[in-house]
């Protein structure tokens, strides 16, 4: 019983979006074996988020496991007047993302994984632009890294 009040605990401390499940396939002298991939983006909407990614062998255990792989990059984000301090493009793989700080009011545009991770951050107003890779891992992970660095910018301004 403890163990049920932790988890529904755990959930309500963050909330969690699916980004992209897959089912993979490896074969092996019998056939093909299939497993699951679910990549997940965290966040409590109060400047936390994270990505994470699992396998598992049914869904339910993939995007749970990808739920506490998520927790455990979890990253702070430095937010001013829900927006972000200044623009920031970063690039991981092949990914290019570029944000903008916007005006209030103007809301979030961005476009599928970069709107995942900005509204689970608690940002309401960005501008945003997804170059390169159409990943979605790939970009949510860019994503994460560049407002993880706009907290050491924003930090350097102030």
């Given amino acids: 019983m403890a163990r049920k009040k932790l988890s529904k605990r ?35 909407r109060n400047g936390k988020v994270g990505v994470g990614v699992a396998k598992g062998a049914d869904v339910s255990e993939a995007v749970r496991k990808a739920f506490n792989n998520g927790k455990k990059n979890i990253v702070q984000v430095k937010r001013y007047n829900n927006t972000i301090a200044c623009p920031v493009q970063v690039k991981f793989n092949k990914a290019i993302v570029m944000l ?36 979605k891992l790939s970009v949510a992970r860019a994503t994460v890294k560049a407002l993880e660095q706009v907290k050491t910018l924003s930090s350097r301004n102030s």
């Fill in 100 to 135: 903008r700080p916007a005006k209030s009011g103007r809301g979030i545009v961005a476009g599928g994984a970069v709107r995942s991770v900005v509204e689970l951050a608690g940002i309401r107003d960005i501008v945003s632009k997804s170059l390169g890779s159409s990943s």
């Fill in 10 to 44: 755990e959930k309500a401390e963050y909330e969690q979006k699916l980004l992209e499940l897959a089912r993979v396939t490896r074969v092996v002298k019998g056939g093909r074996r299939f497993r699951f991939r679910a990549v997940l983006v965290v966040g409590n």
